[in-house]
């Protein structure tokens, strides 16, 4: 097996693809004040598999949002392939969304009125790829999540596990580097989650680096480093020792 | 982001409310239908008339008491009510001044308070005849020809015979199975033998030239009175090269019948094709001008249904805008998708008011019996008025779109 030697070298070395220095986040409600972030560090290079974990309310999804460059932090440095994220302009911003990150939520986060192969479309659309490409990419993203045969439903048409491959397909059409999924399987059942967990190993194996906010330990399982959250602080940031990352491959 | 991707967008995203999309345009297209539909009848109506339509017979100039557009103002048509009458004592004395200067002078008064109706044989007409009473001249004058029987002549005028030639739908009405001509008829409380039938003459703006039946204008002082009526004279020159000198002489006898002193006015109106036609285009304009006006507001009015409509949809879609803008759609992709939706139920709207526009001005055209025309400049007007109003009053709305914050418009439930 390839990834052998890959889990030699767990631990990564060298230029980061992101790197988060101190970030915290405020939200101001009313009176009240909510630290969601506390100063958060992490430093992430490529074709990492990272889960991080969480309590609910410990700052996992803001976390996850700051890193796909939808949200901003209150203080701290944000550097995005050694480019500093807060001197990014809206274009930039969109083109890192677009290219670079592909991101998958819990709530899927289709259009709902489109069917399966204009969703997978629409990143390709803003990247100003044109139709026929467009269609042919879409098509093989589909494919390569066992979804050939539904591009043409909508996505009230889908299984709740197929509207999640169909966000994956649109997550890494445009072949980003990283794929972000927060929560990814948490509206699916367990079977379900176990196949949404297989298309993320395999992104991972060819060479994505891929986040994955999760609460259940049974699917962090599947990553190479998990770090845990509480109350908006890092709790722990822990390599998972070879044996059990091999099982986590075998097992899924 | 291409073009026709942005325009695709629009297209779904209006067609996935239908009936509110139509609605918005609804504004839009009553706005332009006003403007089109009223420049494209004027504009017919002027071109024909500029092309030669005659008010009156041609070459003909007319004096008469009050002038084309008396309804204009309350003031001015006080001014003419207190004018004198032109009396046929003073018209009889233009007659005679003028002999030798013109072949046809025509002197002639109108019915118009009598509410004439012709009764044969118990078969009665409208109420509405056009009653006048005239000489010989009256057909030249007004463009009428003679279908059969005989015109009116100046025996006729002198001996005040109950005389009458009757215009078309008078014939057709009354003996639909016999002539005419020799049958006796009552007519508002008055004998008349009809001597002569008039040839159909059509509508002129919208109003029939054919219910009309003319008599010596003696016949008609005695039988419905010479007190508050005044005499129109129309005279028609040997030639038109003769034409400005005829005029400038009918001015000098109409000044002598009137008795008018050297420093006094003119106490008449001067009516020629040439005032005719600047009156009907000042007309025309007070009319474009209206029409632009209150399709002006009526734009405006739409404008802000767009507007709202646009704002209500960004709120509805603030999550699929949360969607895009985090799979990599910048702000100004936003701007544009918005922009364009506006733009689209404005012009879409536009292009349905201006064909509708057309054909509605058009039928008016055709029911005055003029050509049609399309209004080009207008409908180009009305296309870039239509793309203003989209980018305009849609721009707000649009904006709100793409300065939504993405995390925040995505957790938008
Ligand atoms: N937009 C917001 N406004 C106010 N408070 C927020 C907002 N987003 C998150 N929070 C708060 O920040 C904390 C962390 O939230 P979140 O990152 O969603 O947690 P997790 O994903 O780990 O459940 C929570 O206390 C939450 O209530
Ligand atoms: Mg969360």
């Not at chain 1, 670079?100 to 990143?123: A, H, Y």
């Not at chain 1, 989650?193 to 999760?214: D, F, K, N, P, S």
């Not at chain 2, 005989?150 to 739908?169: H, Q, Y």
């Not at chain 2, 003769?242 to 002193?261: E, H, P, Q, V, W």
Request: proline share 3%; hydrophobic share 40%.
């Amino acid at each position: 097996m390839e990834t052998l030697d890959e889990s030699l070298n767990i631990r990564p070395h060298g230029r980061s693809v992101i790197e988060i220095q101190d970030i915290t986040k405020r939200y101001v409600m009313g009176e009240e004040i909510v630290h969601a972030l506390r100063g958060v560090s992490l430093r992430i290079h490529r074709n990492e598999y990272i889960a991080i974990m969480g309590p609910s309310g410990s700052g996992k999804s803001t976390l996850m949002n700051m890193l796909g460059c939808l949200d901003t932090p209150t203080s701290g440095r944000y550097e995005f392939n050694g480019k500093n994220v807060a001197e990014m302009d809206d274009n930039e911003l969109a083109e890192i969304r677009n290219r670079e990150i592909g991101f998958v939520f819990q709530t899927f986060n289709l259009l709902p009125r489109s069917t399966s192969l204009r969703n997978v479309e629409l990143p390709l659309i803003y990247a100003g790829i044109n139709p026929e490409k467009r269609e042919e990419m879409a098509a093989h993203a589909l494919q390569e999540v066992g979804l050939a045969d539904r591009m043409n439903h909508k996505p009230n048409e889908l299984s709740g596990g197929q509207r999640q491959r169909v966000a994956i397909a649109r997550a890494l059409v445009n072949n980003p580097s990283i794929i972000l999924a927060d929560e990814p399987t948490g509206n699916l059942d367990s079977k379900t989650g176990g196949e949404i967990m297989a298309v993320m190993e395999t992104l991972y194996q060819r060479g994505h680096t891929i986040i994955l906010v999760t609460h259940e330990a049974d699917i962090a399982r599947h990553a190479r480093r998990t770090v845990h959250l509480r109350d908006g602080l890092i709790e722990s940031d822990d390599y998972l020792p070879l044996m059990e990352s091999e099982f986590a491959i075998s097992s899924s | 982001m291409l073009f026709r991707e942005i325009i695709l967008m629009a297209w779904s995203s209006l067609g996935a409310n239908k009936l509110r999309s139509a609605l918005t345009m609804l504004g839009i297209t009553i706005g332009v239908f006003s403007v089109i539909s009223v420049m494209t009848a004027i504009g017919a109506l002027q071109n024909s008339i500029e092309s030669g339509i005659s008010f009156l017979g041609s070459n003909i100039f007319q004096f008469a008491k009050y002038p084309v557009n008396v309804d204009a103002g309350g003031e001015t048509k006080k001014k003419f009510q207190n004018r004198r009458n032109i009396t046929y004592r003073q018209a009889l004395r233009y007659y005679e001044l003028m002999q030798g200067n013109a072949p046809e002078i025509c002197l002639k008064t109108f019915g118009r308070d009598l509410k004439a109706q012709a009764v044969y044989n118990g078969v009665k007409t409208t109420p509405s005849l056009t009653v006048v009473g005239t000489n010989g001249s009256f057909l030249t004058a007004n463009a009428y020809t003679l279908g059969y029987g005989r015109n009116l002549n100046d025996e006729d005028v002198e001996l005040a015979r109950s005389v009458l030639v009757v215009g078309k739908m008078i014939e057709r009405r009354l003996f639909p199975h016999e002539t005419p001509i020799g049958k006796v008829i009552r007519m508002s409380g008055h004998t008349f033998t009809i001597v002569g039938v008039l040839a159909e003459k059509g509508t002129s703006f919208g109003q029939s030239q054919d219910d009309i039946c003319i008599m010596p204008i003696t016949r008609f002082f005695e039988d419905y009175g010479e007190a508050n009526r005044t005499v129109n004279i129309a005279t028609q020159p040997f030639s038109t090269e003769l034409y400005n000198r005829t005029l400038d002489k009918g001015i000098g006898a109409m000044r002598i019948a009137r008795g008018l002193r050297a420093n006094q006015e003119n106490d008449f109106e001067i009516y020629t094709n040439d005032s005719l036609k600047s009156a009907f285009i000042s007309v025309a304009g007070v009319v474009r001008i209206g029409a632009f006006v209150i399709s002006l507001i009526a734009l405006l009015a739409a404008g802000i249904g767009i507007m709202n409509i646009m704002l209500v949809s960004v709120t509805e879609r603030t999550k699929e805008i949360g969607v895009r803008k985090s799979i990599g759609a910048r702000s100004r992709d936003i701007l544009q998708q918005f922009l364009t939706e506006a733009v689209f139920i404005s012009e879409a709207g536009g292009i349905l008011g201006i064909i509708l526009g057309v054909i509605g001005g058009d039928l008016l055209a055709l029911w005055l019996k003029v050509d049609l025309i399309f209004p080009y400049g207008w409908a180009i007007a009305g296309l870039v008025v239509c793309s203003a109003i989209g980018i305009g009053f849609g721009f707000y709305p649009a904006y709100r779109a793409a300065a939504l914050d993405p995390i925040e418009a995505l957790r938008y439930e």
